[in-house]
């Protein structure tokens, strides 16, 4: 039977390992290098931040927020959690009059430890903590005089009671919110906010890569722990060229990375106003409202709550509906139409090719005008490499100054997966030299080679314990090693270490001098 082992990663997270973190590393340096080459700095900023952060920029509406995001309160009160679970969870028999004056004397218990680590600053001052509290015990007092006249109440009055309890004390925030990041963008915008950012030559470009965390349906391509490698441009002039100039530098990161089969999209979605994108929706809404008994369950709800969410639909029988909406194109305004007229153009003049996709809309409510998408192939159902765009009001709307924002953000789990799709694996990349020694004198001398060796670059292997000569060239080989460095008496004596070649089997007779030359060559 299979010994099964105790612990394993959590549903859609998992290990990366060599020699794939090889091709991980080596596409993280391309990133690092190329952005670099445009003038990005890099940024890393908290894996968690303040939930509101990212319900704010995100949008509460949103299934990222609504439904995707890692979130807790942030405290190490384990007495007083201990002493709300059961008020939140009143676990009572109505027929018991014991368990009613249980219930109110855990709920004093509660108020008051609240009470104590309030006054030492250790939960937040709220508005809403204050108001349940306030309400708690206002319950607390009305239950303990309707207890007297237990006999009075019906049940159903018994059991509302408890239920208000409960909704006050589910109210109650033992620590704020914090959320692991499911995206990047929120935080690079509040770091340019908290760090002045403004006060800096503009635009300010700036690049991040990690972990991000979206409690999605695991599948191929889809993790709940996955990682982004991003760009963000912040300040700066109202300038089409910068959204070429991102967009060439994604297309040449690609390039770089030997990514295959990719297709730039592309769009404009406007902006926020009656005789732009804000009359398209209602144009659009119309227009989806006379056809909505035809469409799916999905798209009938999102008429009403981001009918431009029903262009992302990838239902079969929607598609011929779809395709007679009206487009964004022609309902964009003056302004907004000659800014997505210029990025074309300088997508043109450098020379990057893409493809007009007018359903390209994207997921959240931060983007407006350019919005792009870049495909690849090997990747199925997920097969969004990257995803970006505009977002001018982000900054703003996070509490700093006007600024003009467009990033990107690269799905790096998915690049690596088209990568190796496509056959661009790093092989395991064995030892140069092993070295194998024998008898104590020869030890001291490996463990000094194998400094020197490894000084000077080279991946040396150097065996923890002796081995017998055969079982070094077994070993060496199955680590997949260039060279054996033997080393015993006689290499110590005459100061010529024997060097062999394991594919050709080749020995030779070398000063160490002589070796660091050899393998350098
Ligand atoms: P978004 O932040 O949703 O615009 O996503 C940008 C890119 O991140 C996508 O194009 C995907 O390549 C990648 N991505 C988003 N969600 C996931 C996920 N759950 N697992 C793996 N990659 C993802």
């Not at 099964?4 to 794939?20: E, V």
């Not at 080596?26 to 290098?33: I, L, S, Y």
């Not at 194109?329 to 139409?337: N, P, T, W, Y």
């Not at 005459?494 to 060559?521: C, M, P």
Request: hydrophobic share 40%; net charge negative.
């Amino acid at each position: 039977m299979a010994n099964k082992s105790k612990f394993q990663a959590i549903r859609g997270t998992r290990d990366l390992l060599p020699p794939d973190t090889a091709l991980w590393n080596r596409v993280e340096q391309t990133a690092h290098e190329l952005f670099t080459t445009y003038g990005f700095g890099e940024i890393r900023p908290p894996i968690f931040e303040p939930t509101d952060l990212f319900a704010r920029a995100v949008g509460g509406d949103t299934d990222i927020v609504g439904k995707e995001m890692y979130t807790f309160p942030d405290h190490n009160l384990r007495d007083l959690e201990a002493a709300l679970y059961p008020i939140c969870n009143p676990a009572i028999d109505l027929d018991d009059p014991k368990d009613l004056m249980a219930l109110v004397a855990d709920l004093r218990v509660f108020l008051e430890q609240f009470a104590v680590h309030q006054k030492q600053d250790e939960v937040p001052k709220t508005s809403e903590n204050a108001s349940a509290v306030a309400r708690l015990h206002t319950l607390a007092e009305k239950i303990d005089s309707l207890r007297l006249a237990a006999e009075d109440m019906d049940l159903m009055s018994w059991h509302a009671l408890f239920q208000e309890v409960s909704a006050a004390a589910k109210e109650i925030r033992l620590g704020d919110m914090v959320s692991l990041r499911p995206e990047a963008t929120a935080s690079v915008c509040r770091a340019y906010i908290e760090h002045n950012m403004q006060q800096l030559p503009q635009p300010v470009k700036l690049y991040y890569m990690g972990p991000m965390f979206r409690r999605e349906r695991p599948q191929k391509g889809r993790y709940r722990q996955f990682y982004q490698i991003g760009a963000e441009i912040l300040g700066g002039p109202d300038a089409p060229a910068i959204d070429a100039e991102l967009i060439e530098m994604l297309m040449t990161f690609f390039d770089k990375c030997g990514l295959q089969g990719t297709e730039l999209s592309i769009n404009s979605i406007g902006h926020a106003a009656d005789n732009c994108r804000r009359g398209y929706v209602a144009k659009l809404r119309e227009e989806l409202l006379k056809v909505k008994d035809k469409l799916g369950a999905d798209s009938q709800r999102r008429i009403e709550t981001n009918p431009l969410r029903v262009l992302d639909s990838k239902l079969e029988h929607e598609q011929p509906i779809i395709a007679t909406l009206p487009r964004i194109a022609d309902h964009l305004c003056d302004e907004c139409r000659a800014h997505y007229a210029a990025v074309k153009h300088n997508l043109d003049l450098r020379g990057v090719a893409y493809r007009e996709n007018w359903r390209l809309v994207r997921g959240l409510d931060y983007y407006m005008r350019t919005t792009f998408e870049i495909t690849a192939q090997g990747l199925g159902s997920q097969n969004a490499v990257c995803g970006g765009g505009r977002y001018d009001g982000l900054v703003e709307l996070l509490g700093g100054p006007p600024t003009k924002g467009i990033g990107f953000a690269i799905g790096e789990d998915r690049l690596i997966l088209s990568l190796q799709e496509g056959g661009k694996m790093l092989a395991a990349r064995g030892p140069d030299v092993l070295i194998a020694w024998m008898g104590q004198n020869a030890y001291a001398t490996a463990i000094r080679a194998a400094k020197t060796l490894r000084n000077a670059g080279f991946r040396v292997e150097l065996p923890a314990t002796e081995l017998k000569f055969g079982k070094a060239l077994e070993r060496a080989s199955k680590l997949g090693s260039r060279f054996a460095l033997i080393l015993g008496d006689n290499e110590i004596q005459s100061g010529e270490w024997t060097l062999k070649n394991l594919a050709t089997s080749e020995q030779q007779k070398l000063s160490e001098q002589a070796l660091l030359e050899y393998l350098r060559g």
